[in-house]
């Protein structure tokens, strides 16, 4: 765009980096998308369940419109930090005014547990990515025995749940839930897709269980039980014989088994309830017992990448307390902690900012405001001049250091080859589940 007065280049093509480039663009920035993967969508395409054809399809609709735009370019398969041949330094030193990081939740949540290593045990995303066709997360074996016990109340447990009781037809899928039935954090429209296998006798057991415990913390067992029960008249007709049974009030303290033969348990301390600000907070009682399963799955959210070249704390990447540049008062700006000061010219938002926080709407609005953040300081500096001739000239220098970059012309062959797989094998959507194959379908 000839009339750009900014370069920006923000990393990270999920929600919230695509809805902060179009902001961006039409706040004057000339915008450089540069993104891990192939596609484009982030967990929008690889983390919301493959069968929601139509949500997955409306936002792809509105991802192509916005990598349409002029002042927007797409270089997907370009991985910043994180071993990638390109860091933040190198976008800092080319010429890009501001650097705006969306990479999104990309690490693991270890509570370093005995036995968190063992063969058996997966952490969610890695599942999530499987199933839908992330490479090379796709192409992986993940063994997954037939008693399987998620950690977790989110709807990430519930998606994985949906995979083990409607895909794979597992025999038993026990969700661990550290407090109780009235603080899951589940929706009921999620709950209807497998409430159809909730084993009723084994959920009236619990409640009975735990029942004087949340009339000790003054909570309706009732209440929760029913909110449970409603469920089931709107469930999806099921497709399998899985059962599956809740634990509340129950803390993973380690997974039982051995590398030989894998996972035989999950050891779990029981919980009571407290009130702690405003809230009610788990608090262990000191009495364990053994969750029989052959695979645990923890679904307790991700951290953010550690091995990118912004320092983390906590396992976060920090705003700065004191921003300059607020937006609805809240910070967007990159901080070093260690150093107590700002990492000039560098943003965050999405799920890089909050891991693990929201729907795509929240990281639409926290990319859009993080852009904003990034634009209320570009006005504070001078326009850039020849925008266009420094992007060429950072653009050639990437296609010397990086092999098979996947710009926007790339991207519309390989959609056009998945829609035409599609239409071959009659399905609702196709895709390539190596980077090969998308590769020789770009003509690479
Ligand atoms: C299992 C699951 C199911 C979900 N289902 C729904 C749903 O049904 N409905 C809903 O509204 N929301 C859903 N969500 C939430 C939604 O997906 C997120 O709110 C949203 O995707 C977060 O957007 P983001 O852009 O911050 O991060 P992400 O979507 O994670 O995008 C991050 C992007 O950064 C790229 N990246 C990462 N590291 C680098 C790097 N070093 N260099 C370059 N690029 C990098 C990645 O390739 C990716 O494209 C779901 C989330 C999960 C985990
Ligand atoms: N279909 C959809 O719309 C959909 C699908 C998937 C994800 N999403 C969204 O994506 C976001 C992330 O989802 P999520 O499920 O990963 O996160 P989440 O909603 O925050 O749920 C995380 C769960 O893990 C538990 N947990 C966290 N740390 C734990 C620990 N150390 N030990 C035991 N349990 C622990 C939490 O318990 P506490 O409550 O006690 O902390 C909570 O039940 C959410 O906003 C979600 O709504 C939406």
């Given at each position: 765009?000839?009339?750009?007065?900014?370069?920006?280049?923000?990393?990270?093509?999920?929600?919230?980096?695509?809805?902060?480039?179009?902001?961006l663009?039409e706040?004057g920035a000339?915008?450089?998308?540069?993104?891990?993967d192939?596609?484009?969508?982030?967990l929008?395409e690889?983390?919301?369940?493959?069968?929601k054809?139509k949500m997955?399809?409306?936002l792809?609709?509105?991802?192509r419109q916005?990598?349409?735009?002029?002042?927007?370019?797409?270089?997907?398969?370009?991985?910043?930090?994180c071993?990638?041949?390109?860091?933040l330094?190198?976008?800092?030193?080319s010429?890009?005014?501001?650097?705006?990081?969306?990479?999104?939740a990309q690490g693991?949540?270890?509570?370093r547990l005995?036995?968190?290593n063992?063969p058996?045990?997966?952490?969610?995303k890695n599942?999530?990515?499987?199933?839908?066709?992330?490479?090379?997360?796709?192409?992986k074996?993940y063994?997954?025995?037939?008693?399987?016990?998620?950690?977790g109340?989110?709807?990430?447990m519930?998606?994985?749940?949906?995979?083990?009781?409607?895909?794979?037809?597992v025999?038993?899928v026990?969700?661990?839930v550290?407090r109780?039935?009235l603080?899951?954090?589940?929706t009921k429209?999620?709950m209807?897709l497998v409430?159809?296998?909730?084993d009723?006798?084994?959920?009236?057991?619990e409640f009975?269980?735990v029942?004087?415990?949340?009339m000790a913390?003054?909570?309706?067992?009732?209440?929760a039980?029913?909110?449970?029960?409603?469920?089931?008249?709107?469930?999806?007709?099921?497709?399998?014989?899985?059962?599956?049974?809740?634990?509340?009030?129950?803390?993973?303290?380690?997974v039982?088994?051995?590398w030989m033969?894998?996972?035989?348990?999950?050891?779990?301390?029981?919980?009571t309830?407290?009130?702690?600000?405003?809230?009610?907070?788990a608090?262990?009682t000191g009495?364990?017992?053994q969750?029989?399963?052959?695979t645990?799955?923890f679904?307790?959210?991700?951290?953010?990448?550690k091995?990118?070249?912004?320092?983390?704390?906590?396992d976060?990447?920090?705003?700065a307390?004191?921003?300059?540049f607020?937006?609805?008062?809240?910070?967007?700006?990159?901080y070093?902690?260690?150093?107590?000061?700002?990492v000039?010219?560098?943003?965050?938002a999405?799920?890089?900012?909050?891991?693990s926080?929201?729907?795509?709407?929240?990281?639409?609005r926290d990319g859009e405001?993080g852009a904003d953040?990034?634009?209320h300081?570009?006005?504070s500096?001078?326009?850039m001049?020849?925008?266009?001739?420094?992007l060429?000239?950072?653009?050639s220098?990437?296609?010397?250091t990086?092999?098979?970059?996947?710009n926007k012309?790339?991207l519309?062959k390989?959609?056009?080859a998945?829609k035409e797989?599609a239409?071959?094998?009659?399905?609702p959507?196709?895709?390539f589940p190596t980077n090969?194959?998308?590769?020789?379908a770009?003509?690479?």
């Amino acid at each position: 765009m000839a009339d750009s007065k900014y370069m920006v280049a923000v990393i990270g093509g999920g929600p919230a980096g695509l809805y902060a480039s179009r902001k961006l663009a039409e706040g004057g920035a000339r915008v450089l998308i540069l993104n891990r993967d192939i596609k484009p969508g982030g967990l929008a395409e690889y983390g919301i369940y493959p069968d929601k054809f139509k949500m997955k399809q409306g936002l792809r609709n509105q991802f192509r419109q916005i990598l349409a735009l002029p002042g927007i370019d797409y270089f997907g398969n370009v991985t910043v930090c994180c071993g990638g041949n390109i860091v933040l330094e190198d976008l800092l030193e080319s010429g890009f005014q501001a650097v705006l990081v969306a990479t999104g939740a990309q690490g693991t949540k270890w509570l370093r547990l005995p036995g968190e290593n063992l063969p058996g045990v997966y952490h969610a995303k890695n599942i999530v990515y499987h199933y839908n066709l992330l490479p090379p997360f796709g192409q992986k074996k993940y063994l997954i025995g037939k008693r399987v016990a998620i950690v977790g109340a989110g709807n990430v447990m519930l998606d994985v749940a949906h995979y083990l009781v409607r895909d794979l037809k597992v025999d038993e899928v026990i969700a661990v839930v550290r407090r109780g039935p009235l603080e899951v954090k589940f929706t009921k429209k999620e709950m209807e897709l497998v409430s159809k296998n909730l084993d009723l006798a084994a959920l009236e057991a619990e409640f009975v269980r735990v029942a004087p415990i949340l009339m000790a913390a003054g909570q309706d067992s009732n209440l929760a039980k029913n909110a449970f029960l409603e469920t089931i008249p709107k469930g999806l007709p099921p497709v399998s014989d899985t059962c599956f049974r809740f634990e509340f009030l129950a803390s993973p303290v380690r997974v039982q088994g051995d590398w030989m033969n894998g996972v035989n348990g999950l050891k779990i301390e029981e919980n009571t309830l407290v009130a702690a600000d405003g809230s009610v907070k788990a608090r262990g009682t000191g009495n364990t017992r053994q969750i029989d399963a052959d695979t645990v799955i923890f679904a307790i959210g991700d951290t953010v990448d550690k091995d990118f070249c912004i320092p983390t704390y906590n396992d976060m990447y920090l705003a700065a307390p004191q921003a300059r540049f607020p937006v609805s008062g809240v910070s967007y700006e990159a901080y070093d902690p260690d150093a107590q000061r700002i990492v000039e010219r560098v943003f965050l938002a999405g799920w890089a900012r909050q891991a693990s926080t929201g729907l795509v709407g929240v990281a639409r609005r926290d990319g859009e405001n993080g852009a904003d953040a990034v634009l209320h300081y570009l006005g504070s500096q001078p326009p850039m001049r020849d925008v266009e001739n420094v992007l060429e000239k950072f653009e050639s220098r990437l296609e010397e250091t990086h092999q098979r970059i996947v710009n926007k012309s790339r991207l519309a062959k390989l959609e056009q080859a998945e829609k035409e797989q599609a239409e071959k094998r009659s399905l609702p959507e196709f895709k390539f589940p190596t980077n090969d194959e998308m590769f020789t379908a770009m003509g690479f």
